[in-house]
């Protein structure tokens, strides 16, 4: 980790003494670690070797007419850079989160005799190629259906963090970057693009497609009634109450008009910005809808969400806050992250059928099912609480200390554990 950190950073330090210009307007980015590298961390590290490659561009353009002009010639240059520059950098940033910090992480965090990567495939991104990846990994015989469930949505639960911590980086800076839109759009809507793609495929397609296997494995594991494809499509058009996308199809056409960033328009609420939006979710037990809240107070974002679903006889509702820098004082600040929930219980034990003897290509029967029907509506109550501390000049660290119970939480682990992440931060 320290070589990735120093192997990142240096080359920013070299050309920030050597050529101290400003292209667009800073954020905190943060680059670190934390227990099996959740899509949290991996989120924060893809984002600052995003925006390393941002400002060792800016360095070579940064004196170059086509940054600003809008000339033909600078608009073509200016487009040519988003489509083949950055839309393929997005691309990659986005696979690399679903499948190893998504995938990976959710089998990372379940242990070996169940799940164990077994390695990644990545093909050439768009538009140089087909894009896609894999994950690969092999099954334990104590694995589980539920699992496998979360095995299956972790890709899409990954790339809607990196969607939140993007807008986070927006944020701070009142500002999107148009070179980061794609990547926003990408992750935002991951979870839209998988579920319209089950339509477009025959089923000789879907072996091995996300949805398609979360289905399957959702419908093994609760039996009162079965999700299909037509209902989550339906739910999924929801995803489009984001004013970010729509911001960012703006950004992304004005920087090849103009070469400029957007400002953020937000509703004012007692002096602070604030911003909703509805996303879809996906859950171990059922999806679930979110109504978000983006709060803006100088520079300093506040993030909280109310949650909720119905499945197979099953409401589930949560909550949560997330505030990295709610108090500040002389460079130090202090900040903290509650989440709280009723669901039901995780259903992590074998069934009575073991994973690898169930057919999955034939349809569940609800009169012979896996689990007990008293085990498949027993609810129970979770939370988990962090504590935040950072130091930041331009430079500095961050750490978050804390604890979750059992309980599905979108990038924490399935079972109780700590909760230890420790960042260098740098705005830049």
Same mark, same amino acid.
């Given at each position: 980790?320290?070589?990735?950190?120093?192997?990142?950073?240096?080359?920013?330090?070299?050309?920030?003494?050597?050529?101290?210009?400003?292209?667009?307007?800073?954020?905190? !980015?943060?680059?670190?670690?934390?227990?099996?590298?959740?899509?949290?961390?991996?989120?924060?590290?893809?984002?600052?070797?995003?925006?390393?490659?941002?400002?060792?561009?800016?360095?070579?353009?940064?004196?170059?007419?086509?940054?600003?002009?809008?000339?033909?010639?600078?608009?073509?240059?200016?487009?040519?850079?988003?489509?083949?520059?950055?839309?393929?950098?997005?691309?990659?940033?986005?696979?690399?989160?679903?499948?190893?910090?998504?995938?990976?992480?959710?089998?990372?965090?379940?242990?070996?005799?169940?799940?164990?990567?077994?390695?990644?495939?990545?093909?050439?991104?768009?538009?140089?190629?087909?894009?896609?990846?894999?994950?690969?990994?092999?099954?334990?015989?104590?694995?589980?259906?539920?699992?496998?469930?979360?095995?299956?949505?972790?890709?899409?639960?990954?790339?809607?963090?990196?969607?939140?911590?993007?807008?986070?980086?927006?944020?701070?800076?009142?500002?999107?970057?148009?070179?980061?839109?794609?990547?926003?759009?990408?992750?935002?809507?991951?979870?839209?693009?998988?579920?319209?793609?089950?339509?477009?495929?025959?089923?000789?397609?879907?072996?091995?497609?996300?949805?398609?296997?979360?289905?399957?494995?959702?419908?093994?594991?609760?039996?009162?009634?079965?999700?299909?494809?037509?209902?989550?499509?339906?739910?999924?058009?929801?995803?489009?109450?984001?004013?970010?996308?729509? !911001?960012?199809?703006?950004?992304?056409?004005?920087?090849?008009?103009?070469?400029?960033?957007?400002?953020?328009?937000?509703?004012?609420?007692?002096?602070?910005?604030?911003?909703?939006?509805?996303?879809?979710?996906?859950?171990?037990?059922?999806?679930?809808?979110?109504?978000?809240?983006?709060?803006?107070?100088?520079?300093?974002?506040?993030?909280?969400?109310?949650?909720?679903?119905?499945?197979?006889?099953?409401?589930?509702?949560?909550?949560?806050?997330?505030?990295?820098?709610?108090?500040?004082?002389?460079?130090?600040?202090?900040?903290?992250?509650?989440?709280?929930?009723?669901?039901?219980?995780?259903?992590?034990?074998?069934?009575?059928?073991?994973?690898?003897?169930?057919?999955?290509?034939?349809?569940?029967?609800?009169?012979?099912?896996?689990?007990?029907?008293?085990?498949?509506?027993?609810?129970?109550?979770?939370?988990?609480?962090?504590?935040?501390?950072?130091?930041?000049?331009?430079?500095?660290?961050?750490?978050?200390?804390?604890?979750?119970?059992?309980?599905?939480?979108?990038?924490?682990?399935?079972?109780?554990?700590?909760?230890?992440?420790?960042?260098?931060?740098?705005?830049?």
């Amino acid at each position: 980790m320290r070589k990735l950190c120093l192997t990142l950073i240096s080359p920013l330090l070299l050309l920030g003494a050597s050529h101290p210009f400003h292209q667009f307007h800073d954020a905190t !980015y943060q680059v670190g670690w934390d227990l099996h590298f959740s899509p949290y961390a991996g989120g924060e590290d893809i984002l600052f070797a995003h925006r390393v490659l941002e400002r060792a561009e800016g360095y070579l353009v940064s004196k170059s007419p086509a940054c600003s002009s809008k000339q033909a010639a600078a608009r073509f240059w200016r487009f040519s850079e988003l489509y083949l520059g950055w839309l393929p950098v997005n691309y990659l940033a986005v696979v690399a989160q679903h499948e190893v910090f998504g995938h990976g992480y959710r089998i990372r965090d379940i242990n070996r005799d169940r799940a164990e990567v077994a390695g990644y495939n990545f093909n050439a991104p768009i538009p140089y190629g087909p894009g896609g990846a894999a994950t690969y990994y092999n099954i334990g015989s104590s694995m589980t259906t539920t699992e496998e469930t979360s095995i299956a949505m972790a890709g899409v639960e990954s790339t809607a963090i990196l969607a939140i911590l993007t807008k986070f980086k927006w944020l701070e800076s009142h500002r999107i970057d148009p070179r980061q839109t794609l990547l926003y759009l990408f992750s935002q809507h991951d979870l839209n693009l998988y579920i319209g793609s089950l339509k477009v495929k025959d089923d000789t397609d879907l072996n091995g497609h996300d949805i398609h296997s979360y289905i399957k494995t959702l419908n093994y594991t609760y039996t009162n009634h079965f999700l299909n494809s037509g209902r989550l499509r339906s739910l999924s058009w929801i995803n489009l109450a984001d004013p970010f996308t729509f !911001y960012s199809i703006y950004s992304w056409f004005r920087y090849i008009s103009c070469g400029k960033e957007t400002r953020i328009p937000m509703i004012s609420v007692y002096k602070m910005g604030y911003l909703p939006t509805i996303r879809l979710g996906l859950t171990p037990f059922g999806p679930e809808v979110f109504v978000e809240n983006f709060l803006l107070q100088g520079k300093r974002p506040i993030y909280f969400y109310l949650k909720g679903g119905r499945h197979s006889d099953n409401s589930y509702q949560g909550l949560g806050i997330y505030a990295p820098r709610l108090w500040a004082k002389k460079g130090w600040f202090f900040g903290l992250r509650l989440d709280s929930w009723r669901q039901p219980k995780l259903l992590l034990e074998p069934g009575n059928v073991p994973f690898e003897e169930i057919n999955f290509d034939i349809k569940p029967n609800p009169n012979d099912p896996l689990y007990p029907y008293s085990e498949q509506h027993d609810m129970q109550m979770g939370a988990a609480g962090s504590f935040l501390i950072a130091y930041s000049a331009r430079s500095g660290f961050e750490a978050e200390l804390g604890y979750k119970s059992i309980g599905f939480l979108p990038g924490y682990s399935l079972r109780a554990s700590p909760t230890v992440r420790l960042f260098y931060s740098l705005v830049f």
